[in-house]
């Protein structure tokens, strides 16, 4: 539980698939993030691509790059050190506690990710001001990159030598709540990305070299808060309880196992299941599975008709030689702790700053290095 695709040196990003690209461009610069990424080792490539990627391969030692360029500068990284409770002395955060009892000083810059379900619920019971957020779940789509290259390039040969694999970007809106593909990696591979016993979750990530077989994308529903108990309860714990209650059930159908429930595409709108699954870079495996019937009604209803929307723009994108895998629930985090947007302090509590995809403001690896920096400047006005 210490230590997954989520948690760990370098957190989600680790082993994320370090696409760069970030449509928050008006909160700080992401030139600035793209060339510390390059001088910590990230190809030159990434200052002019218009898609930035780094690969999931390439990533481990731009982060371990990283990590000593904080400690030449006087910073300390403590591994095995898990945060359980935050010290408060009337409305201030004077610091945190760890897993060994060792207290460390404030202020604190919160940013323990959006899995981080045991920070979430000790804020809760220390009655740190948040609220649910909106989520998006789904499953994880793959098709053959061969498939995805004809259609982006419309050519029955695929790419040829010279060109890169296919990218897609899939988008409609279903009974009023948008539907669409999320964080797709061109021949890439589908990963397990649970963060603790109990729970079935997938992800997507490539190589720098994108030279796989396959192509996978989120395939997500929005969710708001008042789509869950008709927006009465007003627990702000509640979508992180929705999207656990999806994982359970998928890890439920796998036997308690790893081996994820799986449904051909086609078979899916039909909603029949599936005689057989093709080959897939999953590698705990795949079975057989209703995925239209695991999902919640409102995600799998929708779904099936983005899915015949999707086919109609693309065409032979809407194929029984494509498999869903779930269920992917992480797509952002499902609480925001509240904080005053201009000192970006707690909307309460001074000495904590909530940070990064896990407070509620960011959404991606690059969002999240401007909130960090946005967060470490804040702190330093504060001591002022
Ligand atoms: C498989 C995968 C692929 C992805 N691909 C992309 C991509 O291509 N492009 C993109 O922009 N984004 C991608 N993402 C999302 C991206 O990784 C996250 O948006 C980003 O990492 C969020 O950064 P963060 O610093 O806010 O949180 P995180 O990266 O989640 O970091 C949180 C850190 O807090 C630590 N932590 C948690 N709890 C505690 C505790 N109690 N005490 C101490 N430390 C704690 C964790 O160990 C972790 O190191 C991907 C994510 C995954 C899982």
């Known amino acids: 539980p210490d230590s997954n695709y989520c948690f760990g040196e370098g957190g989600a990003g680790a082993y994320s698939d370090g696409k ?7 909160r700080g610069s992401v030139d600035k993030i793209l060339s510390v990424f390059h001088s910590h080792g990230a190809s030159e490539d990434i200052l002019v691509d218009a898609h930035p990627h780094i690969g999931t391969d390439k990533l481990p030692d731009v982060i371990k790059a990283m990590r000593m360029t904080i400690i030449r500068h006087g910073g300390e990284v403590h591994f095995n050190t898990r945060v359980t409770d935050l010290n408060i002395d009337g409305d201030t955060v004077t610091g945190v506690t760890t897993t060994d009892g060792t207290e460390y000083a404030g202020p604190v810059i919160l940013a323990t990710g959006h899995s981080a379900r045991d920070i979430y619920m000790m804020l809760k ?8 957020k909106g989520i998006a779940v789904g499953v994880r789509l793959e098709h053959p990159q061969q498939l995805i290259d004809s259609i982006q390039y419309h050519n029955p040969h695929g790419r040829g030598k010279y060109l890169p694999a296919a990218e897609y970007s899939m988008l409609t809106r279903v009974d009023n709540r948008g539907v669409y593909s999320f ?144 269920c992917e629930t992480r797509t952002s985090s499902p609480v925001r702790i509240s904080r005053h947007p201009e000192n970006l302090r707690h909307i309460r509590l001074n000495g904590l700053f909530p940070c990064g995809e896990g407070a509620g403001y960011a959404g991606g690896i690059v969002s999240a290095a401007i909130d960090g920096e946005r967060c470490a400047d804040a702190v330093y006005q504060s001591l002022q």
């Open 183 to 326: 964080c797709m990696c061109p021949g890439g591979f589908i990963i397990p990305a649970a963060s603790s016993p109990g729970q079935l979750v997938v992800n997507g990530m490539s190589p720098s070299s994108r030279g796989t077989r396959w192509a996978n994308s989120g395939m997500v529903v929005e969710i708001l808060p008042e789509d869950i108990d008709n927006g009465k309860a007003d627990d702000p714990l509640k979508m992180m309880k929705y999207q656990e209650d999806i994982e359970t059930r998928f890890f439920e159908d796998a036997g308690k196992t790893q081996n994820a429930p799986a449904q051909r595409m086609i078979d899916f709108t039909q909603g029949k299941p599936s005689r057989d699954l093709p080959p897939t870079s999953y590698a705990p495996g795949i079975h057989t599975a209703r995925i239209d019937l695991l999902l919640p009604n409102p995600v799998a209803s929708r779904l099936q008709k983005g899915f015949i929307d999707f086919g109609r723009k693309a065409n032979g994108f809407l194929t029984n030689d494509a498999v869903l895998i779930g």
């Open 20 to 26: 760069l690209y970030t449509r928050s461009k008006k």
């Open 125 to 132: 019971e220390r009655n740190v001001d948040m609220e649910a």
